[in-house]
């Protein structure tokens, strides 16, 4: 079993973000589970200049990081998508991969894989970094186990600290079972939206979304509504 962790924290293993990550993957690394971390800060993610060729099918001009990376999420069985609030959002070098990660958000070939989306803030903004990280896990296919919103602070836990890794250990252990059991989690309402929006973006753009036409051509989600044929 493989776990990728993609973490946003300019701080990498030595931030907020890594000290509660740490606690998620424990179960896993307990269980015999191998765990690849990878720190976008470190990384030569690059921002995207808006040239579509990955929605047309074909390889990104930018010769960085990205494609590695995206290969290391194809090869692993679940992810753990992870950043600090930085105002409001994630950290500008995990945007600029996701914005990268374009192709994988139209076309969900993480299907069958599973995450947690996890962001940690001093006070604010943690609960919806969270879903935003959640969503974009969701888009790419996987079977979302759970986000984990915490306020969490290396050099000064907050009160409920206790409470707050003992929540993280549990996410961790279901995290583990979803992958061992092959488990499905119910993926309605938002989802049903998001593939209304999706399959009519790709039908009207046809000329210039070709890969992603092709794609949803090939899985028989152009004629459907909700929910399509097969995993999604």
């Known amino acids: 079993m493989r776990l990728l962790v993609i973490n946003g924290s300019p701080h990498a293993g030595e931030g907020n973000t890594a000290g509660l990550t740490a606690e ?10 191998e765990v690849v971390e ?9 921002p995207c200049n808006a040239t579509a060729l990955c929605l047309a099918g074909e390889p990104c001009p930018i010769k960085d990081d990205v494609a590695a990376l995206h290969d290391e999420m194809r090869s692993a069985d679940a992810l753990v998508l992870a950043s600090p ?22 076309r969900p070939e993480m299907t069958g894989r599973y995450a947690v989306a996890v962001a940690t803030s001093a006070g604010m903004g943690e609960q919806e970094t969270a879903r935003y990280l959640g969503l974009c896990c969701e888009m ?50 938002l989802h049903a939206a998001q593939h209304r929006f ?7 753009n046809r000329r210039l979304f070709k890969g992603d036409y092709e794609y949803w051509k090939g899985r028989g989600w152009l004629e459907t509504r909700w929910p399509p044929p097969g995993d999604y």
């Open 198 to 204: 999706l399959r009519d973006l790709i039908q009207r």
């Open 38 to 46: 990878r720190y976008a800060a470190r990384m030569d993610v690059r």
């Open 85 to 106: 609030v930085y105002v409001f959002g994630v950290t500008a070098q995990l945007k600029a991969f996701l914005d990268r990660s374009m192709a994988l958000l139209h």
């Open 140 to 189: 790419m296919g996987y079977d979302l186990v759970g986000e984990l919103a915490g306020v969490f602070m290396v050099y000064s836990r907050p009160n409920d600290g206790e409470a707050l890794f003992a929540k993280t250990r549990r996410l961790g252990e279901e995290l583990l079972a979803a992958v061992r059991e092959k488990r499905k989690y119910p993926k309605l309402g």
């Open 24 to 33: 998620l993957l424990k179960p896993w690394r307990e269980a015999g589970g």
